[in-house]
């Protein structure tokens, strides 16, 4: 049976932690807050510790994990070098979301990296990680902590959800803050560039890298086996169908309420997710809305939670408004897309 373990941020009981990083230490697994999304961890250097974490989720073994450390010199054991552009990123943005890929040394097991030669590795920026690492004296490799086909979580009460039961600890926080998983930057080729696009976004990476590309993958549904290889699952696939509208804003609205109408008088449960901005031209179907797109933090937050909402209700489809892929809005695109299957329709 699973511990629930709940923990106040401002005021972190030291000695629960101490007891989880046990758990972790002696080849368990704990679930835990950071400031991206929950995460499943395991000692990253005992195979058998680490294959609990993929049978607790439900996770394709060719999915392979992030390593979390909680001090940028544990990297050295487990990477085969540190270039240049590594110590930049990681000067400017360790702790917090972002992963970075580099060429794995011999101690990383396979299971780790799903055979591949390069080791992804993160630094999380919240205080309970950053304990709970230190305490388990070991570097922790963590998925998001749902159960494989579920959007990541980003409350204990999701976590509680899809683990209970199926690991030993659950460590509950505050909600997470940035509520999008980091992202993936890969510094093993000439010009970094982007797997998966997170917290840290693609401007703030080119305020200290002249150049920085992004995956074809992320954009071309065609390549079957993009770098990042958790690119390829449809991993946020809601129970409903999801279709985006995207183009001017009085013209998404208004699509969108034709469509709401249809879709009604034949009978269907219609949700819609909308923003602060256009919220009040809907007046049928569930409707919720992410934020002000003048705040794509909150909107970033906010729409996992919003995701798995909606797949306690009985909606058969959902109808989204695009956000504006700038910024913070690529992360938020690049899930709602995959959440959608793609379907993206332009008015
Ligand atoms: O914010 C996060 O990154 C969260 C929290 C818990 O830290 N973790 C997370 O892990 O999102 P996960 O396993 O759900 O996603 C890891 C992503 C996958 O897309 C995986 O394919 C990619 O990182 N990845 C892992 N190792 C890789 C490698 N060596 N090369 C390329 N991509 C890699
Ligand atoms: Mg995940």
Same mark, same amino acid.
């Given at each position: 049976d699973t511990k629930i373990i709940d923990i106040d941020c401002n005021n972190i009981d030291e000695e629960k932690i101490s007891f989880c990083g046990s758990i972790l230490n002696r080849g368990g697994t704990v679930a835990f807050p950071t400031e991206t999304v929950y995460g499943l961890g395991a000692n990253a250097l005992d195979e058998k510790a680490v294959k609990k974490i993929y049978e607790a989720k439900g996770r394709p073994s060719d999915n392979p994990l992030i390593i979390h450390i909680s001090n940028i010199k544990d990297i050295e054991p487990l990477v085969w070098e540190i270039p240049e552009a590594a110590n930049r990123a990681m000067k400017s943005f360790w702790p917090g979301p972002l992963t970075l890929i580099f060429k794995k040394s011999k101690i990383v097991p396979d299971i780790i990296t799903a055979g591949l030669d390069t080791v992804a590795i993160r630094y999380p920026r919240h205080p309970i990680a950053e304990m709970l690492i230190k305490k388990a004296k070991v570097p922790i490799a963590a998925p998001s902590a749902n159960l494989s086909g579920k959007p990541s979580p980003t409350k204990g009460s999701h976590v509680i959800q899809d683990l209970m039961g199926r690991v030993d600890a659950i460590v509950v926080g505050e909600d997470c803050n940035v509520g999008l998983e980091s992202t993936v930057l890969d510094l093993t080729v000439d010009i970094p560039t982007i797997l998966r696009p997170g917290g840290i976004t693609k401007e703030m990476l080119e305020e200290i890298f002249d150049r920085v590309e992004v995956d074809p993958a992320l954009k071309d549904q065609s390549i079957l086996t993009p770098k990042s290889p958790g690119m390829k699952y449809t991993h946020y696939a809601p129970k409903a169908d999801i279709v985006i509208y995207e183009g001017e804003e009085s013209r998404v609205v208004n699509r969108i309420g034709e469509k709401v109408d249809e879709l009604i008088a034949n009978g269907k449960s219609v949700g819609i997710i909308c923003t602060n901005e256009t919220r009040n031209f809907y007046s049928v179907g569930l409707i919720k809305s992410v934020g002000s797109r003048k705040d794509m933090k909150t909107i970033a937050s906010r729409l996992f939670g919003i995701l798995r909402d909606f797949d @306690?209700? @009985?909606? @058969?489809i959902i109808l989204a408004e695009a956000i504006e892929e700038v910024e913070l809005g690529q992360a938020i695109m690049n899930r709602l897309s995959k959440a959608s299957g793609y379907r993206i329709k332009k008015v």
């Amino acid at each position: 049976d699973t511990k629930i373990i709940d923990i106040d941020c401002n005021n972190i009981d030291e000695e629960k932690i101490s007891f989880c990083g046990s758990i972790l230490n002696r080849g368990g697994t704990v679930a835990f807050p950071t400031e991206t999304v929950y995460g499943l961890g395991a000692n990253a250097l005992d195979e058998k510790a680490v294959k609990k974490i993929y049978e607790a989720k439900g996770r394709p073994s060719d999915n392979p994990l992030i390593i979390h450390i909680s001090n940028i010199k544990d990297i050295e054991p487990l990477v085969w070098e540190i270039p240049e552009a590594a110590n930049r990123a990681m000067k400017s943005f360790w702790p917090g979301p972002l992963t970075l890929i580099f060429k794995k040394s011999k101690i990383v097991p396979d299971i780790i990296t799903a055979g591949l030669d390069t080791v992804a590795i993160r630094y999380p920026r919240h205080p309970i990680a950053e304990m709970l690492i230190k305490k388990a004296k070991v570097p922790i490799a963590a998925p998001s902590a749902n159960l494989s086909g579920k959007p990541s979580p980003t409350k204990g009460s999701h976590v509680i959800q899809d683990l209970m039961g199926r690991v030993d600890a659950i460590v509950v926080g505050e909600d997470c803050n940035v509520g999008l998983e980091s992202t993936v930057l890969d510094l093993t080729v000439d010009i970094p560039t982007i797997l998966r696009p997170g917290g840290i976004t693609k401007e703030m990476l080119e305020e200290i890298f002249d150049r920085v590309e992004v995956d074809p993958a992320l954009k071309d549904q065609s390549i079957l086996t993009p770098k990042s290889p958790g690119m390829k699952y449809t991993h946020y696939a809601p129970k409903a169908d999801i279709v985006i509208y995207e183009g001017e804003e009085s013209r998404v609205v208004n699509r969108i309420g034709e469509k709401v109408d249809e879709l009604i008088a034949n009978g269907k449960s219609v949700g819609i997710i909308c923003t602060n901005e256009t919220r009040n031209f809907y007046s049928v179907g569930l409707i919720k809305s992410v934020g002000s797109r003048k705040d794509m933090k909150t909107i970033a937050s906010r729409l996992f939670g919003i995701l798995r909402d909606f797949d @306690d209700t @009985d909606v @058969d489809i959902i109808l989204a408004e695009a956000i504006e892929e700038v910024e913070l809005g690529q992360a938020i695109m690049n899930r709602l897309s995959k959440a959608s299957g793609y379907r993206i329709k332009k008015v």
